[in-house]
T-cell receptor
Framework: QKEVEQNSGPLSVPEGAIASLNCTYS??????FFWYRQYSGKSPELIMF????GDKEDGRFTAQLNKASQYVSLLIRDSQPSDSATYLC???????????FGQGTRLTINP | KAGVTQTPRYLIKTRGQQVTLSCSPI?????VSWYQQTPGQGLQFLFE???????NKGNFPGRFSGRQFSNSRSEMNVSTLELGDSALYLC?????????????FGQGTRLTVV
């Protein structure tokens, strides 16, 4: 079992709709959770982080964390073509700066 | 505020050679981590430095090494390059070590081994 799992996609969503990206992790000791966006040929860009159970909203983005189910998700409201990218889920365990990444979900927003 | 700076951006090396990559973290950040990204394996943790000390190491052979200087700048070195070392090498900068703290990536160094 991989430590962090994501559906590789591609996930295709019409413009203006809600894109839902999911991630599960295996280490119950995981403490912090991150979503990065990576455009083709570019480096990962941090878009959301969440440390506590529940929802965290930032503009069009909402991160959701359920530690009991070992599940973290990212919702993108009012999806735009510029949101088309690969979204990487990362989990920080061991209390150190060691991020474990999922394989990423490729998201395409169709105009 | 300047971001994370990695140099060089691109490198082409021959098998058997060695290479040194450089990373300057965000001003005030003291933790630097290195990652390798390949299409097959995704993003994998190499090692992390804080206060000039390696705090954590990933599952990579000893050919991969690094260090951090007193100004928090970091270098990583790969010796005896193999074709499989071709990858995007990313450096991430964090304010502190451990706990809940965000990591910000540089633009990366794309290494091609021929």
């Amino acid at each position: 079992q991989k430590e962090v799992e994501q559906n590789s996609g591609p996930l295709s969503v019409p413009e203006g709709a809600i894109a839902s990206l999911n991630c599960t992790y295996s280490d119950r000791g995981s403490q912090s959770f991150f979503w990065y966006r990576q455009y083709s040929g570019k480096s990962p860009e941090l878009i959301m982080f969440i440390y506590s159970n529940g929802d965290k909203e930032d503009g069009r983005f909402t991160a959701q964390l359920n530690k009991a189910s070992q599940y973290v998700s990212l919702l993108i409201r009012d999806s735009q073509p510029s949101d088309s990218a690969t979204y990487l889920c990362a989990v920080n365990n061991q209390g150190a700066q060691k991020l474990v990444f999922g394989q990423g979900t490729r998201l395409t927003i169709n105009p | 505020k300047a971001g994370v700076t990695q140099t060089p951006r691109y490198l082409i090396k021959t098998r058997g050679q060695q290479v040194t990559l450089s990373c300057s973290p965000i001003s005030g950040h003291r933790s630097v981590s290195w990652y390798q990204q390949t299409p097959g394996q995704g993003l994998q943790f190499l090692f992390e430095y804080f206060s000039e000390t390696q705090r954590n190491k990933g599952n990579f052979p000893g050919r991969f090494s690094g260090r951090q200087f007193s100004n928090s700048r970091s270098e990583m070195n790969v010796s005896t390059l193999e074709l499989g070392d071709s990858a995007l090498y990313l450096c991430a900068s964090s304010l502190v070590w451990g706990g809940n703290t965000e990591a910000f990536f540089g633009q990366g160094t794309r290494l091609t081994v021929v």
